[in-house]
């Protein structure tokens, strides 16, 4: 369990969690100025094969991170995941005017729930994506999340709520 703290001014993720790790619970904490993701958990890339299964991220807020100068800036970021419930979270206030955002991005995910997750606030290049959903990621539940304020400034530049970038079977509830 990680819980009560502030992660600041990490030149990576505040939090990483690497594959074959089951029931960890991330709670009440503060991930501030994380250069690429504020909180990562990297299963592996292929599809169907979820690795990080059964764990927690409660009450967790990640504040003005994902801006550095590189590729892959997320807010949050899961592969290879089943099974994890994300709650009460607040993400805001992230990305870099001069890179492409996904806040959220779950890639070969299975049966995740997001409720009571906030994404505001955040800007990014061309490309921001407020959740983004790629790769095969099935079976997800997203209730009461609420989309405020992101921006993409870049010329020709899309914003995307909830995004499915391949054929999902995930459930989106207000």
């Known amino acids: 369990m990680i819980k009560n703290g502030l992660i600041q001014n990490f030149t990576r993720a505040g939090i990483s969690v690497q594959p ?12 501030f100025n994380c250069a690429v993701r504020g909180v990562e958990l990297i299963g592996p ?9 059964e764990s927690i991220i409660k009450n967790v807020d ?8 590189a590729a ?21 206030e992230n990305g ?13 995910c299975l049966k995740c729930s997001f409720f009571n997750v906030d994404v505001n606030d955040n800007v990014g290049s061309t490309d921001v994506r407020a959740f983004d959903l790629s790769s095969t990621t099935s079976l997800c539940i997203f209730k009461n999340c609420v989309v405020e304020k992101n921006e ?5 530049s899309s914003f995307g709520g909830f995004v499915r970038s391949e054929e999902h079977t995930s459930e989106l509830q207000s």
């Open 20 to 31: 074959t790790t089951s029931r960890i619970k991330i709670m009440d904490i503060t991930c």
């Open 45 to 53: 890339a292929a599809p169907a094969v979820a690795t990080i299964t």
């Open 62 to 69: 990640i504040l003005q991170s994902a801006d550095a100068v």
């Open 72 to 92: 892959g800036n997320n807010g949050l970021f899961l592969q290879g995941c089943r099974d994890i419930k994300v709650a009460d979270c607040r993400i805001n």
């Open 96 to 108: 870099v005017a001069t890179q492409d955002l996904s806040v959220v991005q779950l890639s070969n």
């Open 152 to 156: 993409a400034i870049g010329a020709s």
